[in-house]
Structure formats: structure tokens, C-alpha cells
């Protein structure tokens, strides 16, 4: 089973950046996806998740608006459009795949800084 996560980076305020988690070694579609944040010396947050269909999103309130989580079953991989980024949006992000079981993502930078 894996999780990777790719699209992390440095940003300034005010930009975007889009994350990726690709997943293999398990039925992909059967799996609520989420993305979660962690801020150095916190745990981690939900920041937020899709159904298996992909029917159904939620989102943390302090990125309404702002944050679109997708997937594309076909291609086994989730998505975190992020825009209007704010300097405490700055953390790692991890996807985390959840049906009976939870598999966890290493985690992808980001950082907003000018």
C-alpha cells in the first residue's frame, strides 16, 4: 500500500498550489479520501475529505472557499486545489485513505511566505 503525495512547495501569499496523492496496492475506489494539515508541534487537522464516488466533500471551516478537494478514481489519485493561500496554511499535508481500515500518506510541504 502506498500513498504519495507530490505538489507541495513554497508559495506566496495569495497564490495557489495544487497537491496530488497518488494511491496503489488497494481498491482506490472503496476509500474516503482526506487531506489533513499538521503545524509543527500540533496533531493533525482535517482540512478535507471526498466520498468514494467523489459525490460528497467537506471541508474545515478555514478553508471553505478557498480549498477543492477531487479525485479521479480512473487514475487512482486525489486532489487539494489550494487558493488565496495564507501564511497559516503553512504546513505539511498528508492524504489519508479511510474504509475499514486508514493508510496514511508521508506528507507533502507547504509553505507561504513572501
Known amino acids: 500500500v502506498q500513498l504519495v503525495e507530490s505538489g507541495g512547495g513554497l508559495v506566496q501569499p495569495g497564490g495557489s498550489l495544487r497537491l496530488s496523492c497518488a494511491a496503489s496496492g488497494f481498491t482506490f475506489s472503496n476509500f474516503d479520501m482526506r487531506w489533513y494539515r499538521q503545524f509543527p508541534g500540533k496533531e493533525r487537522a482535517l482540512v478535507a475529505l471526498i466520498s468514494n464516488s467523489g459525490g460528497s466533500t467537506n471541508y474545515a471551516d478555514s478553508v471553505k472557499g478557498r480549498f477543492t478537494i477531487s479525485r479521479d478514481n480512473a487514475k487512482n489519485t486525489v486532489y487539494l486545489e489550494m487558493h488565496s493561500l495564507k501564511h497559516e496554511d503553512s504546513a505539511v499535508y498528508h492524504c489519508?485513505?479511510?474504509?475499514?481500515?486508514?493508510?496514511w500518506g508521508q506528507g507533502t510541504q507547504v509553505a507561504v511566505s513572501s
Open positions: 489519508y485513505a479511510s474504509y475499514r481500515t486508514g493508510y
